[in-house]
Structures are given as C-alpha cells and as structure tokens.
DNA sequence: TCCACAAGAACTGTATCCAGTTTATGCCCC
DNA sequence: GGGGCATAAACTGGATACAGTTCTTGTGGA
C-alpha cells in the first residue's frame, strides 16, 4: 500500500467520522509526519479527497474540512434522491430471490450492530449498496458513492447524538419488501421516502443546535484552535 | 496562473476536443516539458483529471485517456437526464422574463455557431447552465458540470462527424417556450426527451462504427502508437 | 490602549533527485 | 526463425530542497 492511499484513508476517516470537524485545517506536513511519510503523498490525498467535496482549499490554497451549509446539506439529499431513485428503479426489475436473501441477511447484521452507529451505518451503507449493484449501473454507483460520501460527517453526528433513534430498519424492511415486487415506481417512491426521511432528520438535528452550529452558521476561513490540526 | 493549473487546462482541453483520444497514454514528463514545467504539476493535474473521469490509472499506476464502454455512455447520459431534469424542475418556477431574454440570446448566439462546431458545442452548454443556475442549486450543478465533461469527447465526435445535423436549436427552443410556462413537470419532460434525443445520436453515432471503434469496442491497456503521447 | 508596520515563522508550489518497478531491447539457445 | 531470459531504458512514487507567498508576532508610535 502506498503512502498516498495511507494518507487517503487516514483523512478520510478522520473527516467521514467527525474526529476532524468542518473547517478544521489540514497541515500536509503534520499529517505526513504523523502517517512517516512526507507532505508530497498526503498533499495529492487531499487533491482526491477535494474531489469528492470531503475537502476545501481556500483561498490560499490552504486545505481544510469542508463545511457544507444546511443548504446545500439538503441539495446533496436532493442530488441523492434522484441518483438513487434512477439506481433503484432500475434495480427493481432485476431483483431475484437470491437478492432478496442477501438483504434480509443484511437487516440481520444492521440490527445486530444497533448499539455501535458507526458500525450500524456502514451495514446501512451496504444494505443499499447491494440495490444498486442489481441496477448494473456502475457509473451510476461511483455518483451515488461520492455524494453519500460528501453528506457522511453530518449523518454519522446525527447517528451518534440520537444513538439511532426510530431508524432500527422497519423502513429498510419496507424497502425490501416493495423491491420483492419487482416494480419499479413503487421502489422508487419507497425510496426516495425513506431518503427524505432521513434528510429531515439530519437538518432538523443540525437546525436545533446541536451539531457543528458554528460551522454551519458561519463558515469560517480561519479557524482558532490549532491543536486538533491533525 | 500556477503550473498545476496550466497543466489542468491543457490537458483537458486536449482530451475533451478529442486530439487525445481514448486510450492514448499520457506522459507527464513529455508533457511538462512541453508547457516548460516539471512533472510534479502534471501529475497532479491528472488527479484531478482522474476525479473528473477524463482520465484512468492502469494497473501500472500510467494514466491514459478514460475509454468508455457504450454501455458506460449510455448510463452517463442516464445520470444526466436525472440530474438535469431535477435541475431544470427546481428551475421552472423561479424563470423570469430575464432569464427568457437570456436564453433567447444565447439561442440567437447558437444559431450562429453552426458552423464551428467547438464554438457551438460551448454556446449550447452555456444555454444549458443558464436555466440551470436558476434553479439555485450550485452543488447540483457541479455533478451536472462533472457529467457532461466525462462524455465530451464523444458528443464532441459526434457532432463534429455530422456537423451539427438535426439539431439547429429547434428543439431548445422549445425548452426555452416549455420553460416560460413554468411548470415543472413540463419542463422535466421536455428536456429528459431532448437528452435523450442526444444520446440516441451518439450511441449511434459509435456503433456505426465511426468514431473510436477499438477504443470502444476492445479498450486495451496498451496502445501502439508512440507519436500522440502527449 | 490600540493601530500600523516590519521581521520572522510557517506554508505552498515546484524542481530535482533517488529508489523501486515495469517495459523494452537484444542476445543466446533451441 | 522463434522463444526465453538478462540487461538496459523508461517510468512512477516519494523525499528533499528552495523560492515565493501568506500569516503571525512583537515592537514602536500615536
């Protein structure tokens, strides 16, 4: 493994989890020399993790966390609901029983991590994963991959503060449940629904003052601590 | 303007006129020295290159020009018409006369395009971007934006081949007078039907064996010839 | 006390160098 | 003449060095 894949990876945790907040600054040489590798690695991590909007280099071109605003939150769900409507109401008519089986295995396995959010929402990930790998749209998939991607700190701080409140899979049940009838309007209402749903949760969390408030409300180009700079 | 960015231009420039074809590997030495910078820039630009799907890394770690299966065409002009038509829908209520004028320049600015089909191609997009912004929808329109570069290099054939054949802006016309009634679902069909229009030619366009016949029907990793490296 | 400015520190962009890997060349043997 | 292997050339990833820029800090004057 490369030093720029260790970099990405090292980052892209550090950001997708929230141990980096939004507008966290990113020093390429403290990350280097925290990783034992030098800056030039870790600074072409930062170009791919820019790329899939995890980061932001500012007008210095000094790179830091990206801070998305409530609206553009609410953009990124929308952008969401029509990349994995397309996805799924092209899935539904391919769905088989072995599918089938394979999501049922899966709600298993997110019930079971009900207590770890961050384990309970990579199974959700790939819960939706498998759907969409039935569309035979990869292309298709790497979108739907980067924008999940670009909203994932936000959902992640919203799983952990109401510890997966009223989401323990009975909407995941539905959504497989309609799929098991191959129709793909139906799938895609149930869906989107379901992405909506989650949507509102994750705004309303933000809006209520929890969450990175000042982040959100006013992105800052500067930032003042310079501990967590890592 | 950085080195970095020079390289970014150049580079993409070349590969969305299709002077770079699919497949052709490309070399940041030789590249570098002919914009007079080192490699360093170069491969960064080709990063972010990668991240726009312009360009792929082999198994060898050597970029080469992004070839695209049919298949692949076909899906990227579906993801398109999902990402348009949420963009022209949120748009539709928020036209203004304004915006009605702007278009209708930017058609008389098409109209006499024609026969530069580069010059064309620019104008079109540029009308597209124009009911788009008025959606307000800036994140949106960076996936559009991403999208529509990733299969430049084969509208670009396309029209290029056929000269802009049928398509002489009647049909953006009708977007724009759709768009002046402001109805969302209107609009929505509208241009999912024009998209759609466009991708029939060009899948045409290549399966009828014009256009990058090996490249598409066979992408191999290496390439004969040595001359258009750069 | 507060502002302005200047020196110093820190950081970015880029070139160059080195090591490790992959590809090409050419020779030898069959 | 053709295949296999060894050597050489080319290329990539990464580290380091250096120049130019931006930020920080501290001092002096109002």
């Given amino acids: 493994m490369n030093a720029q894949r260790v970099a990405y990876n090292h980052l892209k945790h550090l950001i997708m989890s929230g141990e980096l907040p939004a507008n966290a600054p990113i020093s390429a040489e403290v990350v280097g020399r925290a990783l034992g590798i030098s800056r030039m690695p870790v600074r072409e991590a930062l170009l791919q993790l820019q790329a899939e909007g995890l980061v932001t280099f500012g007008a210095n071109r000094r790179p830091f966390v990206t801070a998305r605003t409530q609206k553009e939150i609410v953009e990124l769900f929308e952008i969401r609901v029509a990349l994995e409507s397309l996805a799924i109401e092209r899935a539904a008519p391919r769905i088989t029983p072995a599918i089938l089986d394979q999501l049922g295995r899966q709600l298993d396995r997110m019930e079971k991590a009900t207590s770890d959010p961050k384990r309970w929402l990579a199974r959700h990930d790939e819960f939706h994963d ?3 790998a039935a569309s035979d749209m990869p292309r298709l998939m790497d979108e739907i991959r980067r924008t999940r991607y670009s909203i994932q700190p936000y959902i992640f701080m919203y799983i952990n503060a109401y510890k997966i409140p009223e989401m323990p899979g009975a909407e995941h049940a539905t959504i497989a449940d309609v799929l098991a009838r191959r129709d793909p ?3 895609r209402s149930a869906l989107a629904q379901h992405i909506r749903d ?6 309303y969390f933000l809006m209520s003052g929890q969450g ?7 992105p800052r180009q500067r930032v003042v601590s310079k501990e967590k700079v890592l």
Avoid at 198 to 203: E, N, P, Q, T
Avoid at 212 to 218: D, K, L, Q
């Fill in 212 to 218: 990175p408030a000042p982040a959100i409300a006013a």
């Fill in 198 to 203: 989650a949507a509102s949760g994750v705004i």
């Fill in 185 to 187: 309007s139906l799938a």
């Fill in 130 to 132: 498998i759907i969409y």
